[in-house]
């Protein structure tokens, strides 16, 4: 509208070449400005965040097909957030044909935070990527070193970071490699098998037991495995196994450099 009276106004002046030559600049410099400001809606991002950056960045870095988003498990924390001194934050790679999917992902990592609520640690806005297999391996094994191979490729040094795959190849259900028991860049990853979904796997742990836990617990504490006929989450023994965490365990858990302190909790 406002281009409109001016076109109107310059051609009342239209008599001089003065008048003619102003009108060829201005109108120049009025759809110049016209085309820009349309340019500018249409480039002004609408609705949910927009995740093409990061999924750009993990395909670059060689997750083909790369998607990454949030994992909403704030459920958990509803009724008693105030109850939380720590957090961590996880990153979840879901390779893709390896048994896995997001939603039993979600559930994992639900039982993940309820386990770690025992600590006051608060699993915080954890990023899953689904991705294209690298190398096309689901099937991973430690001796030729694919796990390294895999950790080389993460675009970011967040940790602790988690693979999802379908198995390993010298038959372990899960590892995990804490600070001191492995060079970067695979310090603080963990590999966790679809094995662990299974019925059979399940009927020989203690209910409510979550192995993804246990291999954080690994990385958390920078440790092995304990002995002891106590059932502890990090326990050596299948059937001792649980989600059971001693005070101890917790004040070593939020000494680790990838546990921080909620501010004025």
């Known amino acids: 509208m406002v281009y409109h009276y001016l076109y109107i106004f310059l051609f009342t002046l239209s008599g001089s070449l003065f008048a003619k030559t102003t009108i060829q600049k201005l109108s120049r410099q009025i759809n110049r400005l016209s085309h820009l400001n349309q340019s500018m809606v249409r480039s002004c ?55 896995w999917d997001k939603e039993l992902l979600k559930k994992t990592l639900e039982r993940v935070a309820e386990v770690y609520k025992q600590c006051g640690i608060k699993v915080n806005n954890p990023k899953y990527v689904e991705t294209d297999p690298p190398y096309s391996r689901v099937d991973i094994s430690e001796e030729k070193n694919h796990d390294a191979a895999l950790a080389k490729l993460l675009p970011s040094p967040s940790r602790p970071t988690l693979f999802f795959i379908r198995s390993n190849i010298e038959g372990k259900t899960g590892f995990a490699w804490p600070k001191d028991f492995a060079d970067p860049p695979i310090q603080n990853t963990a590999f966790i098998t679809a094995e662990v979904n299974t019925s059979e796997y399940k009927e020989k742990r203690q209910k409510g037991y979550s192995p993804t836990a246990h291999e954080l617990a690994h990385i958390f504490g920078n440790c092995e495995h304990i002995e002891g006929k106590d059932y502890n989450i990090l326990s050596k023994y299948y059937d001792r196994v649980s989600s059971d965490i001693t005070k101890a365990q917790c004040d070593s858990f939020k000494r680790s450099n990838l546990v921080k302190e909620i501010p004025d909790a």
């Open 45 to 99: 991002p609408l609705g949910d965040k927009d995740n093409s950056i990061d999924d750009r960045i993990w395909r670059d870095a060689g997750f083909s097909n790369a998607t990454v988003s949030i994992l909403d498990i704030s459920n958990i924390y509803q009724s008693d957030f105030n109850r939380y001194t720590h957090s961590v934050d996880l990153t979840l790679v879901n390779l893709k044909g390896a048994g």
